[in-house]
């Protein structure tokens, strides 16, 4: 049994761990302060503490803080924690992290002894290194996460990162998105071809002779399949993971609705598909025909790739064929999470270089200033998630709807992520209480009112 001494307003809970090698008890110490001031509900809190620190103790899981460094815990952390509560590509995220930017700074320093003023500085340096706030806020997100473990397991009286202060975070200014005119140019030119330029280059024949090979322009046109995963991208706000880890079956071409119910997780030498972010990603989608137009004719295709590659295909076939996946390597397997992004940034390019040809040909000045207008600006792909947000928020659409199609927990997610779409709708509030209040009275307002009183 425990023995509890008391200490000022706090209790000392000592438990007996054995001999050592000489016959002398082993003993382990709990400084521990009751949050709870009623006698009776203080006396309850203590005796838990000391039935826990107890159990710890004799199944050989307490670990002293005084004597464990915070990389050494955080090793606990990882196999007593991370393992059962984070996904796999969240655990070793925060790992990444914690060696990156962590262990150098406090990793050595035993972990009952690291203050909020470490871990404050750890954030005032990633601040004034340049860092966004979305960087500086995971940084101390893996942090915490050891700390409060820590916390939890009565390593530590109090959680140091409770009291730090974070950066301010910077949605608008952080967010880019297409305006409506440039998503429709975007869509529109994965119709059209565009030339690739292949330049003056060397080969070598089968003697080991080599040879030039004059440069020469060829005419190109985005796959199919990419075409339709942009559409689902900007029509659907879906994120990149989630449309990777899409077969055939999760598609509903009568109701017209895809089923999102997991995505795809990026671990050291593969990928892996996992439950999506949130249990409120879990939903389904209705989108426009065009999208299951796309679909249709993409799967056409995919069925004739199957065929043509016999063998070769590692997807499925037959009966089991809508189990493969709608995005797919040039064998059937999963496509690359990289490949969507990469692409999209050459298509980009793609389109502004033939804008820039375009401009080249006109011979007036003013002419080729509204032409170079139409470029687009390079986003990311994740982008193309707060494009249809921006474009639905923007046109009326409720938050509740936007959110549930983003796949949110909550509306207020969507509401701080996106506060710059609805700053059109307040004016346009605002508007309409103007023209309500300075519109001119009526005769038939004034009898209205005569009647009324009368």
């Given at each position: 049994m425990a023995n509890i001494e008391k200490r000022g307003?706090?209790?000392r809970i000592v438990v007996s761990d054995g001999l050592d090698a000489n016959g002398k008890q082993i003993k382990r110490y709990l400084t521990y302060t009751p949050k709870?001031?009623?006698?009776k509900k203080r006396e309850k809190e203590i005796l838990a503490v000391a039935v826990e620190f107890e159990r710890q103790v004799k199944s050989g899981k307490y670990y002293d803080g005084n004597k464990m460094s915070f990389i050494e815990f955080s090793a606990v952390w990882e196999k007593e924690w991370a393992v059962y509560n984070i996904t796999e590509s969240v655990k070793l995220s925060y790992i990444a992290i914690l060696k990156r930017h962590i262990f150098p700074e406090i990793g050595a320093l035993k972990i009952s002894k690291i203050s909020t003023l470490h871990c404050q500085k750890i954030v005032n340096k990633l601040n004034e290194s340049g860092k966004t706030p979305a960087t500086v806020k995971r940084v101390f997100a893996a942090m915490n996460s050891v700390f409060r473990y820590a916390y939890k397991m009565r390593i530590i009286e109090e959680n140091p990162c409770d009291r730090c202060t974070l950066p301010k975070m910077q949605h608008d200014s952080d967010l880019h998105y297409w305006e409506l005119e440039q998503a429709k140019r975007f869509l529109a030119f994965l119709d059209q071809p565009y030339p690739v330029e292949y330049g003056k280059r060397k080969r070598t024949d089968k003697t080991g002779n080599q040879y030039d090979v004059t440069g020469y322009t060829s005419d190109h046109r985005t796959p199919l399949q990419f075409k339709v995963f942009y559409t689902l991208a900007i029509y659907g706000g879906f994120r990149c993971g989630e449309l990777l880890?899409?077969?055939w079956n999760d598609v509903y071409f009568d109701e017209r609705t895809i089923s999102i119910n997991k995505a795809v997780a990026h671990l050291p030498h593969e990928q892996k598909i996992k439950a999506p972010k949130t249990p409120a990603a879990i939903r389904d989608i209705v989108l426009p025909e065009v999208c299951f137009d796309l679909l249709k004719l993409w799967r056409?295709?995919?069925?004739r790739l199957s065929i043509s590659l016999s063998n070769v295909w590692k997807g499925y076939k037959g009966k089991e064929y809508d189990h493969n996946y709608i995005f797919i390597q040039?064998?059937?397997s999963m496509m690359s999470l990289w490949t969507p992004g990469k692409k999209f940034s050459q298509i980009i390019n793609h389109y502004n270089e033939s804008i820039e040809s375009l401009a080249l040909k006109a011979k007036d000045k003013k002419d080729q200033d509204a032409?170079?207008?139409m470029k687009l600006p390079m986003i990311?792909?994740?982008?193309?998630?707060?494009t249809s947000a921006t474009l639905l928020l923007g046109n009326n659409v409720d938050i509740e709807t936007v959110s549930r199609r983003l796949g949110h927990a909550k509306a207020s997610i969507t509401l701080d992520v996106y506060g710059h779409a609805m700053k059109s709708k307040d004016k346009t509030a605002s508007d309409k209480l103007d023209s309500l209040f300075n519109s001119p009275v009526t005769a038939s307002d004034n009898r209205s009112e005569e009647k009324r009183y009368s």
């Open positions: 307003n706090r209790v709870e001031t009623a006698p880890a899409l077969r056409e295709e995919q069925q040039n064998d059937g032409i170079k207008e990311r792909l994740h982008d193309l998630r707060h």
